[in-house]
């Protein structure tokens, strides 16, 4: 394919949880590194936490991810009517789906992406690494296939449709980082 003609736009996405400390931190993350130009990521949550999973953030670090912009913070900054409209909310924790969620400028679609919390994950040091790693490589995949879509082609509905579709795909075992 060719690299960005005219009329191609960003779609942005924002990842919903309830603390913003680990899964919607990490698809932020994913999104603005494996996504662009086609995908733009943010996140927040219901009753942020106001910092971020250690585990998670010393994981990202290690794979080269930058998190120096990154922070945890409240969905109510993205409900303003200032706030940039975003395309698509994705849900990954259950919590959050099921909170009565402020109504987004821009009308955009919804997803629910459910994963393992690692801010909860229980047991020893490496079995809380498993969890971050195996959400990662979850949220890796689903994100670098959205990206290979044509998003710009897709209307509403289908765009809602792919990314319904994507919160069911799990990496194939064996897949390593």
């Known amino acids: 394919g060719s690299a960005g003609g005219p009329g191609r736009r960003t779609h942005r996405l924002l990842f919903l949880c309830t603390g913003n400390s680990a899964r919607s931190i990490m698809g932020e993350v994913l999104t603005n590194h494996h996504g662009r130009p086609r995908l733009q990521g943010f996140s927040a949550g219901s009753q942020p936490k106001g910092e971020l999973h250690a585990l998670t953030v010393k994981f ?11 922070r945890s913070k409240g969905w109510h900054e993205f409900s303003s009517p200032e706030a940039p409209a975003m395309d698509g909310i994705i849900t990954v924790c259950a919590a959050a789906a099921g909170e009565a969620c402020p109504l987004w400028p821009g009308r955009p679609v919804t997803a629910h992406w459910g994963l393992p919390d690692p801010a909860a994950a229980p047991g020893t040091e490496e079995e809380k690494l498993q969890v971050v790693q195996q959400v990662y490589l979850i949220l890796r995949q689903r994100i670098e296939l959205l990206a290979a879509l044509p998003v710009d082609a897709l ?8 990314l319904r579709e994507l919160g069911q795909v799990f990496p194939v075992a064996g897949d390593s980082l």
Do not use: S
């Not at 990202?60 to 912009?69: F, I, P, S, V, W």
């Open 60 to 70: 990202l670090t290690n794979l080269g991810y930058d998190l120096t912009a990154v």
């Open 155 to 162: 209307d509403p509905a289908a765009f809602r449709e792919k």
